[in-house]
């Protein structure tokens, strides 16, 4: 299902610079915590390429939303110092959203429970919730969807739970993670057109 999600992701980005990087991470699926450096091509062009010029030929009418697409792509592409960086500056939910997955992937629990709240109820957080009662097992739909809505504290206790027990390759957890990921970076690059 990433599969889907980056390919429909492409296809609605017109921006050439933008769609080449969703190309060179296309193959990448970031872990529960922070890995290597995945493409420095992609980390040189995100870090020294203006947003009037990585959007283009798309007009950038929220710079905050536009960092927050590049803090996003930082996160996909384990530049972890990067992306925090940036993530703390974007004065918007999208920062703290990103700040806050920064944090679970150090891992840091506790601060990334910090950044969360200041995030607020998300738009975001249905499509999570859809996805994971579409493609998850039944188990994690049961402890995951209690709620009926999507919950980022209980998501967080199960990847702490990970972390901790070293499940740290935990498919289904790792493509939930890259799929909110995903849907932020989408939902942000949306915003930051206008």
């Known amino acids: ?38 493409n420095q091509e992609v980390k040189d062009m995100l870090m020294n390429t203006p947003p009037e010029k990585l959007f283009h030929p798309e007009k950038v009418h929220d710079r905050n939303f536009a960092k927050a697409v590049v803090s996003g792509f930082l996160i996909w592409n384990d530049c972890e110092d990067e992306a925090h960086s940036l993530a703390q500056n974007i004065p918007i939910a999208e920062g703290s959203y990103f700040h806050a997955i920064i944090h679970r992937r150090e891992p840091d629990i ?15 957080y249905s499509l999570i919730y ?24 209980v998501f967080n206790k199960i990847i702490e739970d990970a972390q901790k027990n070293g499940n740290m390759n935990d498919k ?6 890259h799929a909110e990921i995903l849907f932020l970076i989408a939902h942000s690059y949306r915003h930051s057109l206008g």
């Open 130 to 153: 859809d996805y994971v009662a579409e493609y998850s097992s039944d188990k994690l739909k049961r402890i995951l969807l209690l709620k009926n809505k999507w919950d980022p504290e």
């Open 172 to 177: 289904e957890l790792t493509e939930i993670q």
């Open 110 to 124: 506790w601060n990334s429970g910090y950044w969360f709240k200041r995030t607020g109820d998300h738009p975001v």
């Open 1 to 38: 299902m990433i599969d889907q999600l980056i390919k429909d992701f492409s296809a609605s980005i017109k921006a050439e610079k933008i769609k080449l990087i969703v190309q060179n991470l296309r193959e990448y699926q970031p872990g529960l915590v922070f890995g290597k450096l995945y």
